[in-house]
Nanobody, 114 residues
Framework: QVQLVESGGGLVQPGGSLRLSCAAS????????MGWYRQAPGKEREWVASITSGLSTTYADSVKGRFTISRDNAKNTMYLQMNSLKPEDTAVYYCHAIVKIGYWGRGTQVTVSS
């Protein structure tokens, strides 16, 4: 079993920044691709960004140029630096990791509002 715990969410004004973290524990040896997803109220969960164990990254068009995904393999931790936040970025952000199978965290709320 692998446990994923997100942190770093909160309330921020438009144009502001937040940094999310996702810490993996348990049987987390050999974590493969990790990613961030988000789900806004009344909408389906959508992919935001992914990073492979070799640190290759991909982004959804909606966040490209504003968000940066990274990971520290030694710490089994992934990050999402979010800049120039917009109200439409408001959502619960979920961490996902592949360790033979996929695992999800419980999510952290990000609210962008003035």
């Amino acid at each position: 079993q692998v446990q994923l715990v997100e942190s770093g969410g909160g309330l921020v004004q438009p144009g502001g920044s937040l940094r999310l973290s996702c810490a993996a524990s348990g049987s987390s040896f050999g974590i493969g691709t990790m990613g961030w997803y988000r789900q806004a109220p009344g909408k389906e969960r959508e992919w935001v960004a992914s990073i492979t164990s070799g640190l290759s990254t991909t982004y959804a068009d909606s966040v490209k140029g504003r968000f940066t995904i990274s990971r520290d393999n030694a710490k089994n931790t992934m990050y999402l630096q979010m800049n120039s936040l917009k109200p439409e970025d408001t959502a619960v952000y979920y961490c996902h990791a592949i360790v033979k199978i996929g695992y999800w965290g419980r999510g952290t709320q990000v609210t962008v509002s003035s």
